[in-house]
């Protein structure tokens, strides 16, 4: 006959109870993932090519000819924004297509905006892609300038918000550039048109993949003058409340991954949006691994952006953006 079990040993709070079926598992979720939380990058270029990216599988550069069917597809997945990058035919030390009235991107918008006006366009305001040194402001001496370079991003920033922009997104680093590009919106007139400010942008060795996509590598040096040093989280939360203070309607934290406690530190300090930039180096390191059958890649991706999400982030700028809609699809039938 068997003993009587001594119950006082065994656990009261059992909470493998709210774990037993996919539905309480569902139910009891304190974070979820929808497809409005994300924001889709896209490298445009002038053509009627699409070129694949190497380090990027599934991400192409763009022609702005073929650029409709990647926005039909966009819009029929239904994620709410993209964010572009440029590829111009020609660069020179100024950035002069970054804020041309016909540069790659802002003829991008125009052709978005007819396409599908309910699709929300950010433009990434930055002067690396554009410059032939590769870098994110105006050189001199070997040194690049910051208060320089200022006139340049605001005049890029009108440039888009002309073109159609529906929120500018400051990526370069340089300080004082929020202040500057509110002030040159206000004056143009684009008082509504809001500023996503890249406010704690990291000199992170996980880049490299979008400088492949963007071909936007420094011809000389590199830019941990500008952008912020990894071991650094207390200048985060400084860099965020500046930009705050200059304008910024919402602010960002990149990259996400090895930058999770930044992501929650500045969630406690500020209510505006808070965004996250899943990089390209994230993004190719789960493909790669993807592709070696080292791991199961939708569960880990999901894992990752669900992650992010965890910390703080209210949207994510992921290469994912696709693949995460048409999985949630798949889940909910």
């Known amino acids: 006959m068997c003993a009587i079990a001594n119950y006082s040993v065994h656990p009261s709070h059992r909470m493998r109870r709210l774990r037993a079926t996919n539905t309480l598992r569902r139910m009891v979720r304190e974070t979820d993932l929808s497809v409005d939380d994300f924001i889709y990058p896209l490298f445009v270029m002038h053509g009627d090519e699409r070129r694949p990216i190497l380090s990027m599988p599934g991400c192409d550069q763009i022609g702005l000819e073929v650029l409709g069917p990647e926005i039909e597809e966009i819009v029929e997945l239904g994620i709410p924004a993209v964010i572009l990058f440029g590829l111009p035919e020609e660069k020179d030390e100024l950035a002069s297509e970054a804020y041309a009235s016909d540069g790659v991107v802002q003829l991008a918008m125009r052709t978005i905006k007819e396409l599908a006006p309910e699709l929300v366009v950010v433009g990434d305001v930055c002067l690396c892609e554009y410059t032939s040194h590769g870098h994110c402001g105006v050189v001199v001496g070997g040194e690049v300038q910051n208060d320089a370079t200022l006139e340049i991003l605001a005049r890029t920033a009108v440039a888009q918000a002309q073109a159609g922009a529906d929120i500018v997104a400051p990526s370069d680093m340089m300080d004082g550039r929020v202040a500057a590009i509110r002030t040159a919106l206000d004056e143009a007139g684009f008082q509504g048109t809001p500023i996503l400010a890249y406010s704690a942008k990291y000199a ?19 830019r941990r003058s500008y952008q912020m040093d990894p071991p650094n989280a207390r200048e985060a939360l400084r860099a965020i409340e500046r930009d705050i203070a200059e304008g910024a309607d919402m602010v960002m934290v990149k990259p996400a991954l090895a930058y999770l406690d930044v992501i929650a530190k500045a969630r406690e300090i500020t209510h505006l949006p808070l965004v996250a930039y899943n990089v390209s180096g994230e993004y190719a390191m789960l493909k790669a691994a993807a592709a070696n059958g080292w791991i199961d890649e939708r569960r880990c991706a999901m894992e990752v952006l669900t992650g992010i999400r965890r910390a703080g982030a209210d949207l994510i700028l992921s290469y994912y953006a696709k693949d995460v809609a048409r999985w949630l699809r798949e889940e909910q039938g």
């Open 204 to 222: 992170s060795a996980f880049y490299g993949p979008f400088r492949e996509a963007a071909d936007s590598t420094p011809q000389f040096g590199d």
